[in-house]
């Protein structure tokens, strides 16, 4: 279990512990890790290079597919992708650490890519310079066209960048594949909002545009007291973490509402920011929670206590400050939606006050309404654009669109990789091979 | 990215790198040379074939490992020549060399009389091959009738023999080169390939496979692969017989200025490397390929050229040889050199196997306790044995003294 103890510290393996996990590797024939890689990483192609001595070809070979090779090797679930697709799993062997391995051999690639020179190149606007974003800068930079990247944030990456722990992915892990990518001479402008106007001007500068703006915003639930002090924006907190700021739970008992991603990570920064107590609470049962396996026994290993069933019904304040939240227990009805199972209020159970100093809800992300309902797009009722499936392409006119924004919520790799898509499928119509 | 020219020239043939796939079952029939080339290799010895005169009658199974799997050590086979003979392999040749005229189609032949020689290579040269393989090395039944030799034996194991059907095949070869690939089981190799050189060849492969038994079957006592109670002596291949052909190459290299064309044990770039420094300008590889198919070429290509970049060298050419200065009798290394090993405690994993391997085999100067390997530097003589045991590439390094 190495690796994973790996993958959650966000460590680099040692060389020689490296080449002897990589040794284990058989280079299968269709290999069913680079199937499931949603990238479509050649898996025992940089196997074998690393094994030869051949450290540079085998990130070169990485990044071809996955330009955040490092980001996605330590931040992917390898355990449901690549390595559960392991075939030595078919012989109770435990996968090779295929993530671990990826992110080491990018850490040792040196180069970064010269674009292709286009006769006739074509100049495009990245709004959003997250994984999609960045996924379709960088094909449409090899293919040689011009790319302008706009975001909000002053960093590149998005919320990777923002919001993973710097536990499971340091700061210097992401820089070193951006850095990679730097070569590219993409023009970056950070700090850019978009409203109809500022993306009317840049449709008017551009040849083409493309929207990867993702889920930004925080599903909301109406509590009542949520606006007392002591409840934390999710977003805000753990970029605070990742920053290496206080993010102000040390001794506190805190409360997650949420079973996802974002929730885990909350619950295990909390925990290791010294919080006295972590408690989540999720109001389904463990079998619904989204979150992934490998997080939620990191969080139960740091003591995160875990409640299922419980819905928090209102926050109890005094002087305007958190004190307590008001806990509902739920049960399971029969009824399946999204794929999961529904619950109810159990009314056969009491509603129970819980004591806590701060509470963090995660509820999930959305899609972004206010700008995107301005503009002349035809939307699906959550606000995602409809693209046709093949192209990529929104409702107007050469204009794109990929990633969570389109398809909700998603790993790293398969927005990088949609976004990727997206920008072949543009190179394709602006050069005038395909639509 | 790699974009060194892996260009060379081998016996005045233009290749696009060195990689050729060699005489062999991964060349006996052009659908498959073709996927081959269509991978990146950048031609193809095609199987050795014969006169139609001859039997070529092959037992099966003919095919036996050493540790057999994904870490085969060596490959026995009792393989024989193609099933196709000349005049099909000819047009199989002329189909090829038309659909890749970019690459090397070679065609081995191998006769068993003068009159079959020179028949042989005469077809081989007018259907246009672009070199011509002399195969007197193959350990399984190669002769020359009326010239005093046994059946079994290799032609390439005389040089009297060498000499005569290399002149042989080169008169009936013309203006096409001659490539005579030569066996390592032999005293002196440099004496056999003098002889190739007196005889008018063009070039020299080596090496060919080393005859072997690879292990016995326990329950009928018969050499494997058992074919109905029974086995014979074969031909070993494979990651096993590197040491060997580098040994033969950089002989050879030494000794004539014939070009070579390295082969036996190239899996990656790192063992082509390795041939080209001690001479070879061309390689083949067979064995790799059975067992990892066309696809390492990639891999192989790939390798070479971002080490040619790296160190700066134009092409495969500029570093053919610079090895062999390098290589000096035993009396000619330095003796005064003092070495150590030095384990790395934070990459160790605690297996003991270093200090139970200097214990037994060695020095007893590798101390084992709290599952920790400890060097005594002064009973240390720096043998190395440790390195070779330790299954963490890089704990262990010999340092001065």
Not at chain 1, 113 to 127: F, H, T, Y
Request: aromatic content about 4%; hydrophobic content about 40%; proline content about 5%.
């Amino acid at each position: 279990m190495i690796h994973e103890k790996q993958r959650i510290t966000g460590e680099m393996m040692h060389q020689g512990h490296a080449l002897m996990s990589a040794g284990r590797c058989l280079g299968c024939h269709d290999a069913p890790c680079s199937r499931a890689c949603p990238a479509g990483v050649d898996v025992p192609g940089f196997i074998r290079r690393f094994l030869d001595g051949n450290l540079q070809g085998a990130g070169a070979l990485v990044y071809a597919n996955c330009p955040l090779g490092v980001t996605c090797g330590m931040a992917c679930p390898t355990e449901m992708l690549c390595e559960g697709a392991c075939v030595l799993h078919q012989a109770r062997q435990p996968a090779v650490p295929i993530g671990a391995l990826q992110a080491f051999v990018c850490m040792q690639y040196k180069d970064g890519e010269p674009p292709e020179g286009l006769e006739k190149a074509a100049r495009v606007a990245v709004i959003g310079a997250g994984p999609a974003g960045l996924g379709c800068g960088v094909v449409l930079r090899r293919h040689g066209h011009h790319v302008d990247l706009y975001d909000r944030q002053q960093k590149l990456a998005g919320l990777v960048d923002r919001v993973i722990p710097a536990y499971r992915l340091p700061q210097a892990l992401v820089t070193h594949d951006l850095d990679r990518l730097s070569s590219l001479d993409m023009k970056f402008t950070p700090g850019k909002s978009i409203d109809q106007q500022a993306f009317d001007k840049l449709r008017a500068a551009h040849d083409a545009i493309f929207l990867g703006t993702g889920m930004g915003a925080l599903q909301t639930a109406e509590i009542p007291g949520q606006s007392a002090e002591g409840v934390l924006d999710v977003f805000s907190f753990l970029e605070k973490a990742r920053a290496g700021q206080s993010p102000g739970v040390k001794d506190r008992i805190v409360i997650i509402i949420g079973g996802g991603n974002v929730a885990l990570d909350a619950a295990v920064v909390a925990k290791r920011n010294g919080a006295r107590e972590v408690i989540v609470l999720y109001r389904r049962s463990r079998d619904e929670m989204p979150g992934w396996q490998a997080e939620y026994l990191e969080a139960s290993r740091l003591g995160v206590e875990f409640r299922w069933l419980s819905t928090v019904i209102s926050i109890v304040q005094d002087g305007g400050k958190v004190r307590a939240v008001l806990v509902q227990k739920m049960r399971l009805i029969g009824d399946m939606r999204d794929g999961r199972r529904w619950v109810e209020p159990d009314g056969d159970q009491p509603v129970i006050q819980l004591p806590c100093e701060v509470i963090i809800p995660a509820l999930g992300q959305v899609v972004e309404r206010d700008w995107l309902a301005e503009l002349d797009l035809k939307l699906t009722s959550s606000g995602s654009p409809i693209v046709d499936t093949d192209t990529w392409q929104t409702s107007l006119p050469l204009v794109f669109a990929a990633g969570e924004l389109v398809s909700g919520g998603s790993t790293i790799v398969n927005s990088l990789h949609q976004g990727m898509l997206a920008g072949e499928s543009m190179h394709a119509i602006l050069v005038g091979k395909g639509g | 990215m790699a974009a060194t020219n892996l260009q060379v020239s081998f016996c005045g043939i233009r290749l696009l790198n060195p990689f050729l796939l060699a005489s062999s079952p991964v060349t006996d029939h052009q659908d498959m040379v073709a996927r081959g080339l269509d991978a990146g290799w950048a031609g193809a010895v095609l199987k050795t074939t014969t006169h139609p005169d001859e039997e070529n009658s092959i037992a099966y199974p003919m095919m036996a490992g050493l540790e057999p799997g994904s870490h085969l050590v060596g490959l026995h086979n009792t393989d024989l020549l193609s099933d196709h003979y000349i005049d099909e392999m000819c047009t199989q040749a002329i189909w090829l060399k038309d659909r890749f005229p970019e690459c090397c189609i070679a065609l081995s032949v191998m006769g068993t009389t003068r009159a079959q020689w020179e028949e042989l290579v005469q077809k081989a040269s007018q259907a246009g091959a672009d070199l011509i393989e002399a195969s007197i090395s193959c350990p399984q039944g190669s002769m020359v009738e009326g010239d005093g030799t046994s059946y079994g034996s290799m032609i390439s194991q005389d040089a009297r023999l060498t000499e005569k059907v290399t002149r042989w095949a080169k008169e009936a070869a013309g203006k096409t080169p001659l490539v005579v690939k030569l066996s390592p089981g032999v005293t002196d190799i440099v004496e056999i390939a003098q002889a190739v050189k007196a005889g008018g060849g063009d070039g020299i492969c080596a090496i060919d496979s080393i005859e072997g038994i690879v292990g016995l079957d326990p329950r009928s006592y018969a050499p494997l692969p058992v074919v109905g109670g029974f086995g014979t002596r074969g031909g070993y291949t494979g990651k096993a017989v590197k040491p060997v052909g580098l040994r033969c190459i950089a002989d050879i290299a030494a000794a004539t200025d014939l070009p070579l064309s390295g082969v036996g044990g190239i899996y990656n770039w790192q063992d082509a490397l390795e041939y080209l420094l001690l001479g070879a300008t061309s390689l083949q590889v067979c064995t790799a390929v059975m067992q990892q198919g066309f696809g390492i070429i990639s891999a192989l290509t790939d390798g070479l050229s971002r080490w040619l970049e790296e160190h700066e060298y134009p092409d495969p050419m500029a570093i053919r040889g610079l090895g062999l200065k390098q290589l000096v009798v035993h009396e000619a290394l330095p003796h005064e050199i003092r070495v150590v090993a030095l384990i790395d405690d934070e990459v160790c994993i605690g297996c003991g196997l270093c200090h139970v391997a200097c214990r037994d085999g060695a020095h007893q100067a590798i101390v084992f306790a709290d599952r920790l390997a400890k060097v005594d530097r002064e009973a240390c003589v720096g043998c190395g044995l440790c390195q070779q045991v330790c299954p963490v590439p890089g704990c262990i390094q010999m340092v001065n003294a």
